[in-house]
Every structure is written in structure tokens, then in C-alpha cells.
């Protein structure tokens, strides 16, 4: 009974305050996603960004894979490792062996000093039970097995219901969810332009949330799918 009242003196004062109607959207639960981990308090796309997100109660953790020369599925978002670690290089051009022993935290501060590039396996083990997953799989080209691997270590840590995959790359969504139906998957849309968001084969669209409106919104739910909008750091 309190907490009733106390939501309704919410609503109430919402209305006095702004002038307008009570309405399902002012209820909705909103979702916090921690951007390549909480990266604003620790270097981005690193275990001690996830463990932030954790700590701050972030409702998901977005993070970037991609594969080493070897087979390995890593977070990293560039495709040179000269922002965070000084080396003009790609992920790519690295066996695993030689890419952990990088330090990609010195660039953030010297607390994270010999922060290493962790990889998606240890990510999943640290985060089951404790934290949803966005993964975005990086444009790796047509023939990439990336799209694979990330969908075959989602299943063998059971978290199909836990992760949702986005990338920029239709074709990879695409074939996962072809192969996994369960697998919720998103397309990262750079313009608010076509009709992007009736394919059976993504659950929903991101979205710069400059390029958000009302309209759009409607036009998407009308289709069965969501939308998630970035980059959002304040509450107007």
C-alpha cells in the first residue's frame, strides 16, 4: 500500500510539474547499458570495465569482439590498438599469446595499469548470472567466423536468454539467427532512413538517439521490434 502511494504521488507530481497526462511510457522500466563496460570509470573493453558495470547495477554491458590472427574471440572496439595500447597494429595481425601481454589500461590511468585484452570466454564466465550482455560483433568482412564462434560460446554458456548480438553487418545477424532463433539480435543503424526494421531476422534496431522520434518508434513496435538508443548519458 505505501509503495502504491508513493508511485502515485509520483505520477501526481509529474502531472503538476509538466502539465501532462499519466501515460504507460512515464511506468516503463528503464534499461541502463554500461558502454564497453562502465567506461567512464575504467578502460573500456576491459574485465575492470565489467566489473564497474557490475558494481554501478547496469542492466547490460555492451562490449565490441573481434577475432585474433589465431582464432580467438577478444573485446576490442578499434581496429588499430594505437588508442589503447600505443601500437599501431589490428587485433587481426596478433596470435592471442602475444596480444594479452599488451597493456591497455595505462593509457586510462596508472591504477589500471597492466590491464590486459580479455577474451569473450572469460567475459562470459565472469558475467552469467550477474550481467546481460550486448555483444557487438566488429565488420570482419562477408567470410568472417566471428558471427559463428560468438553464437556458439552464447550457446555453450547457456545464455541465450542473458546476451543480445547487434552489429552493422546485416548479413551476420542474419545467420544467426538462422541458426539460433532464440538469439535476440540487433542492427546498428547509422540514419533513420528505409525500411530497417521489418526483417524476421533482428529483434530490434539501434540507434543514435538524436535520430529518435516519436514517429519512428511507433513505425518499429508496429513491426514487433524494439529500439534501443545510444548514446544517452543524462536523464533530459
Not at 509503495?3 to 501532462?20: E, H, K, M, Q, T
Not at 497526462?21 to 534499461?31: F, N
Amino acid at each position: 500500500m505505501a509503495a502504491a502511494s508513493a508511485l502515485c504521488l509520483i505520477s501526481l507530481f509529474y502531472v503538476l510539474r509538466n502539465g501532462s497526462v499519466i501515460t504507460g511510457d512515464m511506468l516503463s522500466a528503464i534499461q541502463i547499458t554500461a558502454h564497453r563496460g562502465s567506461s567512464n570509470e575504467a578502460p573500456e573493453n576491459t574485465m575492470a570495465a565489467l566489473h564497474k558495470a557490475v558494481n554501478d547495477l547496469a542492466d547490460y554491458a555492451e562490449i565490441d569482439v573481434q577475432e585474433t590472427r589465431d582464432g580467438i574471440v577478444v573485446l576490442g572496439h578499434d581496429y588499430t590498438l594505437n588508442r589503447v595500447a600505443g601500437v599501431n597494429r589490428s587485433i587481426s595481425s596478433y596470435d592471442y599469446e602475444d596480444l594479452v601481454k599488451l597493456d591497455v589500461g595505462s593509457w586510462f590511468s596508472d591504477e589500471y595499469k597492466e590491464e590486459r585484452i580479455p577474451t569473450l570466454k572469460e567475459v562470459m564466465e565472469y558475467c552469467k548470472g550477474k550481467i546481460n550482455l550486448n555483444i557487438e560483433i566488429k565488420n570482419m568482412g562477408e567470410d568472417s567466423n566471428l558471427p559463428d564462434k560468438v553464437m556458439k560460446l552464447i550457446e555453450e554458456y547457456q545464455m541465450e536468454e542473458q546476451c543480445v548480438v547487434t552489429s552493422t553487418r546485416f548479413s551476420y545477424l542474419v545467420r544467426i539467427k538462422k541458426a539460433d532463433p532464440q538469439i535476440r539480435t540487433g542492427y546498428i543503424i547509422s540514419a533513420a532512413y528505409g525500411d530497417f526494421y521489418s526483417s524476421d531476422s533482428i529483434d530490434f534496431i539501434s540507434l543514435r538517439s538524436s535520430f529518435i522520434n516519436e514517429r519512428l518508434v511507433e513505425a518499429a513496435h508496429e513491426k514487433g521490434k524494439a529500439v534501443h538508443a545510444w548514446t544517452v548519458n543524462g536523464e533530459k
